[in-house]
């Protein structure tokens, strides 16, 4: 119900008076069964446009670090992200994946929405990156089709390290759906997976023009940081 309260009155009329968002491709998401909606990730803001569009309700798997945070604004921002479904994924550790794909086929096996940035993270420079192969691991396992996604503007809008998001235009667009059969009983084998996640991503790269990275981005980011770090010769 806190779901559908913020799409149709609080947060879902703010965010369109906000980005006023120019849908594309809308009807190629399925009107019902199971589906996942692979998308880009530029900003915050992409968890609430997307389901703000979409007539269907979709559950995405969030960093676990949105329901542990200290304080009384952690314990604010962890039921927020409960009462809208998002499901917690610990990123961290060598289960973290397996965890992350069991907890996805759940919200498939049910019937439902699944929304999931392959990249694994947001871009922290507006590039597309390499996306990791728990993606197409579901959608062989459950056989689903998958739906890519472009969010266009959202960086613009609201770029890493910026609370308040600029008022500004977007537009969100839907490809046509991508169905995997005949990789059926081979999601255990990693060349199919990451050709399988290849063909999303490169899906989602036709739809929002973006620069492309043959590069995870957690790598990306992680060696800038650590160049930052460095001390100075």
């Known amino acids: 119900m806190f779901y559908y309260l913020l799409k149709y009155v609080l947060l879902g009329p703010l965010l369109r008076l906000l980005f006023r968002p120019r849908i594309e491709g809308l009807d190629h998401v399925p009107p019902d069964g199971p ?14 446009l997307m389901p703000a569009v979409l007539k ?55 019937g439902e929405l699944l929304g999931i940035y392959p990249e694994g993270t947001r871009s922290h420079d507006g590039r597309l ?65 990451r050709a399988v996640t290849d063909e999303i991503m490169y899906a989602i790269l036709t739809l929002s023009e973006q620069e492309y990275v043959d590069q995870y981005a957690a790598v990306v980011k992680e060696e800038a940081a650590r160049r930052f770090r460095m001390p100075l010769s």
Do not use: W
């Not at 589906?35 to 609430?48: K, V, Y």
């Not at 542990?68 to 952690?74: D, I, L, M, S, W």
């Not at 314990?75 to 069991?102: C, E, H, N, Y």
């Open 129 to 193: 990156y390499k996306g990791k192969v728990g993606v197409a691991v579901m959608a062989l396992k459950a056989q689903v089709p998958v739906v890519p996604c472009a969010m266009i503007g959202t960086f613009e809008a609201q770029p890493p390290g910026r609370k308040i998001p600029h008022a500004r235009p977007v537009t969100i667009r839907f490809g046509k759906p991508l169905e995997f059969s005949r990789f059926a009983g081979l999601e255990n084998e990693k060349t199919v997976l």
């Open 56 to 110: 269907r309700r979709i559950t995405f798997l969030a960093k676990a670090e949105y329901f542990t945070g200290p304080g009384v604004k952690g314990r604010l921002t962890a039921a927020f992200f409960r009462g809208i479904g998002q499901i917690p994924v610990d990123r961290s550790g060598k289960g973290a994946a397996r965890a992350a794909i069991r907890e996805g086929l759940g919200v498939l096996r049910r």
């Open 35 to 48: 589906a996942i909606i692979a998308g880009n990730h530029l900003s915050f803001s992409d968890h609430f």
